[in-house]
């Protein structure tokens, strides 16, 4: 403290003036600048020193004190609608058409409705794997409707809602987790791992995070396009903390692509909690460090979701930068079928969350007190939800696998002569041992 | 990670002069002009002495085909099939660390200028961000071409290149895809490059299905393979022999021409034995063919490989079912190093023609050392010994 203090009166006169003049330093800066610039600084030394370092802009200070991150009041939370459905922030409000609020309703509840029936289908052993959505289903729908239906979304593995939304047919989910002819990805991902390319959903993958910088490479492609389309990259609060995550913020801000980055803050990563993942303020806090504009938002209220996605695509697409929004919310499931989340965290909170606050209930809520959804309508709507979710299991079940020789396509655009060398031995081994190879489930 | 990288090019200046001295040993005519004008030196000189060039390389015959040529090194070819890539293909961008000034070995110089800054820009240094960036900019449908400084430094991309770009096709049942990224990487032993200037990082890629691995062993071939990567619908890796870079110098087309991938070059013809390389190391082997044919009488084929994944197995098997007898030569250690993938095919495919064990002249298991680089690297004498014992098994 005796030395700070000692700086401080040595460079206190200068540092003084400064601060305590704008005028002035605006002046000083000035013609410190040209000073440089002319390379005769001892001729025309102004009155206080300002930096000259290339890698930032800043004042000096006398003051030894490191910079304390603000982690006990973070970044706020912001919010439109309160925990009873009300509209806490009227100003706020998007004011969205009945039936969009409706749609909003029914794609939450009828993705609600897959992931219970999916999740009991891998319970069964129908499926091999699954990954529920419980308690994120608002952070989905709000985002989704806010963009463009030609906004290119890249994923992690929890975001379905989105492709839900955009008309992705529930046929197409099941044919995927059941690997069966009808997939798009041929068979060849675990359960959960979609992709369209007509609804512009660039197809999952496991590796966690790896998309961001991706999704930041297509975003800098579609601006030099001039195609006024967006790019959204989600991932969760874990994934964050991969070294893709650090790559992908950063590259976007130095390059200014059109990207929203929307975090699900859903407190674990698996087993691991947040306190263990991270000691900032949350992803939020960590936007301004790269240079990117940044929000907090409630991830169970779907409007507060909608209205920060709306205003990011607006402003990245118009001024060629990226917007990080960081969705707080819970993730009510399991982490998978392969997790029992009962072993690391109570039922109590679990049950909290699903009870008190939950995007599907909170917007029921909204709805019934507008009287645009009531009793009459919610037990025909679940009743016609799990109808259509049933079909098209029942579908996807009764499919055959894909044909065995898509094992070989695709690994490059064309065939090589070596795969094909090592198609024509598999086939001339199933020939000879097809009693021992499940060859009836396939295509022919 | 290229910290070092850039540690070493900056240490040295960012000049001509001093981008040569970092490039090769082969150009000693700095030290032997230090030499003459301080005579006191002599006793230094005798530990300071550079050891020459490994190996010579020799231009070929004129390529005629493609109409007008000009005198290029590699780096310069490089540089022509960048410029063709771009001036042809509106989408195409080039990007990693230091390429806006023209890269630290020269391959992007006048590119900015000629192309804008939106074609041709800097990153931040990050290898994972690179080509996890290309990969998004091939996703979305433009061509992306990248640079790793040094190919010792593309391990930080190693998840985005083998989980990432060589599964997109399979995994997205051909949905997406990033068959236009092309990753350009400096790459081989450069005389005094030691552990992180010098890897031939190859066969850790060649197990991952998916890519294509491309290495050039001069200037017409970089350019022609470098434009057949780039139009490839496949990612590839383009490994680029960096003590090549100035040392190589041939008559290059100046319009654009490629050279088809997943094909081996039979550089000559022989009958005694077939000697399999790429690289920097096809032109030792090229002189051991010589000295073989001079001290033992001994015809050798010589055959430049170029495509490291998909490998042209047809006509390495093919010369040596003619010769009976392969010797395959890497940089790159030799346990795990992609001579092993080639002799196990070949023994698989030509058992019965094999007259001796298939040899593999490779460097040694060990990190790539600095002084001791002279005996490390498999040199036309080390290779000539495995062709002697082959001919005596």
């Known amino acids: 403290m005796e030395h700070a203090r000692c700086l401080r009166k040595l460079c206190g006169i200068g540092y003084r003036l400064i601060s305590q003049n704008n005028g002035l330093r605006d002046s000083s800066k000035l013609i410190q600048y040209r000073a440089f610039r002319v390379n005769s600084a001892v001729q025309q030394q102004p009155l206080v020193e300002r930096p000259e370092f290339p890698g930032s802009s800043a004042e000096f200070t006398g003051r030894l004190e490191f910079v304390e991150p603000d982690v006990a009041s973070g970044i706020p939370v912001y919010r439109v609608m309160g925990r009873r459905g009300e509209i806490v922030s009227p100003s706020e409000d998007p004011q969205l058409p009945q039936e969009t609020v409706v749609d909003f309703y029914k794609s939450m509840t009828l993705f609600n409705t897959m992931d219970r029936i999916l999740y009991e289908s891998q319970r069964q052993g129908r499926i091999t794997f699954y990954a529920t959505n419980f308690g994120e289903e608002g952070t989905h729908i709000g985002s989704v409707a806010a963009l463009d239906p030609t906004d290119l979304v890249f994923g992690q593995y929890r975001e379905a809602g989105v492709l839900l939304y955009r008309g992705f047919p529930l046929d197409l989910f099941m044919a995927q987790c059941y690997s069966n002819a009808d997939d798009l990805g041929k068979g060849r991902q675990m359960p959960v791992h979609y992709g369209s390319k007509d609804l512009n959903f660039v197809t999952i993958s496991s590796t966690l995070a790896t998309q961001i910088p991706q999704a930041v490479g297509a975003a800098y492609a579609i601006k030099r396009a001039s195609s006024d389309r967006a790019v959204i990259c989600y991932f969760g609060e874990g994934a964050a903390s991969e070294g893709d995550a650090h790559a992908g913020l950063h590259f976007s801000a130095t390059l200014e692509c059109p990207i929203i980055f929307f975090c699900r803050n859903n407190g674990y990563a698996i087993s691991t909690p947040t306190s263990e993942q991270y000691r900032g303020d949350g992803i939020a806090g960590r936007g301004a460090g790269y240079g990117i504009a940044s929000i907090r938002v409630d991830g169970n209220d779907v409007f507060a979701v909608y209205n920060v996605t709306k205003e990011a695509r607006r402003r990245a697409v118009a001024e060629n930068r990226p917007f990080l929004i960081e969705a ?76 065995p020789d898509l094992l070989f396509t695709d690994v490059y655009q064309e ?28 295509e022919e | 990670m290229a910290a070092a990288a850039r540690f070493l090019l900056r240490t040295a200046g960012s000049s001509k002069a001093s981008i040569t001295n ?328 030509c058992f019965l023609n094999l007259e001796a064990p298939i040899a593999r002249v490779c460097g040694y298991d060990t990190p790539f050392p600095h002084i001791f680089e002279p005996f490390y690297i498999p040199d036309k004498w080390k290779c000539f010994d495995a062709v002697k014992r082959m001919i005596n098994y």
């Open chain 1, 328 to 403: 707080m919310t819970y993730r009510v499931g399991h982490h998978s079928t392969s997790d029992d989340s009962s072993t690391y965290r109570s039922l109590d909170e679990v049950s909290y969350w699903e009870k008190q606050d939950h995007p599907i209930g909170r917007l029921g809520r909204y709805l019934a007190a507008r009287g645009w959804w009531g009793e009459e309508e919610e037990q025909a709507w679940r009743k016609e939800a799990q109808r259509r979710v049933m079909e098209a299991l029942q579908k996807a079940e009764g499919r055959p696998k894909p044909h």
């Open chain 2, 22 to 349: 970092v490039n090769s040993g082969l150009h000693g005519k700095y030290g032997a002009t230090l030499l003459r004008v301080s005579p006191s030196c002599n006793l230094l000189a005798k530990t300071q002495r550079r050891y020459a060039a490994h190996f010579t390389f020799q231009p070929e015959s004129v390529q005629t085909e493609y109409g007008p040529t000009q005198k290029m090194n590699l780096f310069q070819s490089v540089t022509s099939a960048l410029d063709n890539t771009l001036a042809s293909d509106p989408t195409a961008v080039i990007f990693g660390e230091d390429v806006a000034f023209g890269g630290v070995f020269r391959c992007t110089v006048g590119l900015r200028d000629k192309y804008g800054k939106d074609r041709v820009f800097n990153t931040p240094l990050c290898e994972q961000g690179i080509v996890g960036f290309g990969i998004g900019v091939a996703v979305a449908g433009a061509t992306a071409i990248a640079e790793i400084q040094f190919a010792d430094y593309i391990y930080p991309a190693f998840d985005q290149i083998v989980n990432e770009a060589a599964k997109y096709r399979y995994r997205s049942g051909n949905l997406f895809d990033c068959g236009n990224l092309t990753i350009r990487a400096p790459w081989g032993c450069v005389g005094h490059g030691s552990l992180y200037h010098s890897q031939s990082p190859e066969a850790f890629f060649a197990h991952c299905p998916g890519i294509k691995v491309v290495i050039p062993r001069g200037p017409v071939q970089a350019k022609g393979l470098l434009l057949s990567c780039i139009a490839d619908k496949n990612p590839c890796i383009f490994f680029e022999p960096k003590i090549l870079y100035r040392a190589a110098v041939d008559q290059v087309p100046v319009e654009p021409y490629q050279i088809p991938l997943s094909e081996a070059e039979i550089l000559q013809e022989g009958s005694d034995v077939t000697l399999v390389a790429w690289g920097t190391q096809v032109h030792v082997i090229k002189e051991v063919a010589a000295m073989a044919q001079e001290k033992l009488g001994v015809s050798c084929e010589v055959i430049d490989l170029q495509t490291i994944l998909p490998w042209d197995a047809e006509t390495i098997c093919k010369s040596v079912v003619k010769t009976g007898r392969l010797l395959v030569s890497h940089e790159a250690p030799v346990t795990g190093g992609f001579a092993a993938e080639i002799s196990s095919t070949v023994q698989e495919e």
């Open chain 1, 415 to 442: 065939v090589p002569p070596h795969l094909e060398k090592q198609k024509g031995a598999m086939w001339k081994h199933l020939k000879e041992y097809k009693e021992h190879y499940p060859l009836e489930l396939y």
